[in-house]
């Protein structure tokens, strides 16, 4: 039965924080002797460089709190996040985040680098390239912010995951899984992926800064910062997510990161299965909360026009199988979970693709015995400097 710790916390000062935050991961069973000379790598949400009084990053403060229990534990905490757009040593910079590493001796790794993650069981997306940071962590903290989304409706501990894909390679997987219910599916991906796809595998604990939080038209610059007064954690981030909600009274129906997930059984497949520790829920929960509509300018601009074929076909690359290899064996065929691949028509000796229906998910590439499946730029592909 997961385990979720839910605490007071009212304001981002240091003995509060480092207070709520030990006792979090009592809480939750895990024990801080264990950072002893693990290399910890900490993943705030870092989505712009912004203040923290907007609520849009995980508060500098927060991560503070967390490194220092890392290294007062004999660990080295290492921060590694991608920001959206902008650089992640800009994004530092332009935060109170570079203060705090300076101050408290931080290195960051390295967010460009990747490495290839393999989750068989995935439902689509079974090879994701993440940061390589992740590889070489011996635990990994993520420290979600709560906040609305205009898409998945909430951000939490497992959308937080999409920061471990580097820069523009994120604005390419909202193109290859464009609608709400596709993006979702794909972040469970990630999630199954980060939380069982290593090998081998590798504790992963969310603590989420739940203390001032977004609602409205999150998670952006049109959001509204707003005092849920809390601090979460566990190691199950769908668990996290269904109990970060209810504080906030919304509607968990919507949450498709949560009732998908629930589904797919990562550990819990019903609120029934959850148990809360420290606070009850009714205790924090508000009743006038404001979620996002879905209308904002950004979840529109991610729904268009990332969501148009012509899009996407220029954007991205696509599987292009090769004549002079192909045995016409139809081993993509089988593979392709969005029937994109049909049978050899024509003249030419390969199989038939529908790229308007192909999510670019590259199974069929990964699969043929033969190597005779290639990746084709997009015409346009060198705006997104890829
Ligand atoms: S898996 Fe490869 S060799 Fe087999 S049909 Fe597809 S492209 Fe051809
Ligand atoms: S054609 Fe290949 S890349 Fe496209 S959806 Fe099917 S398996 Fe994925």
Redesign the pocket.
């Known amino acids: 039965m997961p385990v979720v710790s839910l605490l007071p916390c009212a304001a981002y000062e240091n003995r509060l924080l480092t207070d709520a935050i030990r006792k979090s991961l009592s809480n939750i069973g895990f024990d801080v002797k264990t950072f002893k000379n693990a290399r910890v790598v900490v993943k705030p949400n870092l989505l712009m460089p912004a203040k923290d009084e907007k609520a849009i990053i995980t508060h500098s403060e927060f991560f503070r709190a967390v490194v220092q229990i890392v290294k007062e534990s004999g660990g080295t905490p290492i921060l590694l996040e991608s920001p959206a757009i902008h650089s992640l040593a800009r994004t530092l910079k332009k935060t109170a985040y570079g203060r705090v590493l300076e101050s408290e001796g931080i290195e960051t790794a390295d967010p460009g680098i990747t490495r290839t993650l393999h989750y068989e069981d995935a439902k689509k997306f079974k090879h994701i390239d993440i940061s390589e940071g992740y590889f070489d962590a011996d635990i990994i903290l993520s420290l979600p912010k709560f906040k609305t989304h205009g898409i998945t409706y909430i951000t939490g501990a497992v959308k937080m995951l999409f920061g471990a894909i580097p820069g523009v390679e994120k604005s390419k997987m909202h193109m290859r899984a464009p609608t709400p219910e596709e993006f979702s599916e794909f972040i469970l991906d990630l999630y199954g992926a980060m939380t069982y796809g290593f090998s081998p595998p590798k504790p992963i604990i969310h603590i989420m800064d739940a203390v001032c939080v977004q609602e409205g038209e999150g998670p952006g610059t049109a959001g509204k910062p707003r005092w849920l007064n809390a601090v979460l954690a566990g190691d199950n981030g769908i668990a996290i997510d269904y109990a970060a909600a209810m504080v906030a009274g919304l509607d968990i129906k919507k949450a498709l990161t949560v009732v998908n997930g629930f589904k797919r059984d990562y550990g819990v497949s019903s609120p029934d299965e959850i148990k809360v520790v420290g606070a009850a829920i009714d205790d924090l929960r508000v009743d006038d909360f404001e979620p996002a509509t879905g209308n904002s300018i950004f979840s529109n601009m991610f729904r268009w026009p990332f969501n148009t074929t012509t899009f996407k076909n220029l954007f991205l690359d696509r599987p292009a ?2 004549e002079d ?11 392709c979970a969005s029937g994109a ?1 049909s049978e ?1 028509s024509g003249r030419k000796q ?2 038939a693709y529908d790229y308007d229906i192909c999510i670019r998910c590259y199974c ?1 590439l990964e ?7 290639q990746k084709q730029r997009g015409r346009l592909q060198w705006v997104l400097g890829a």
């Open positions: 199988p090769q290899r192909c045995t016409l064996c139809y081993q993509c065929k089988k593979i691949i050899s390969v199989p069929c699969i043929c015995p033969e190597a005779a499946i």
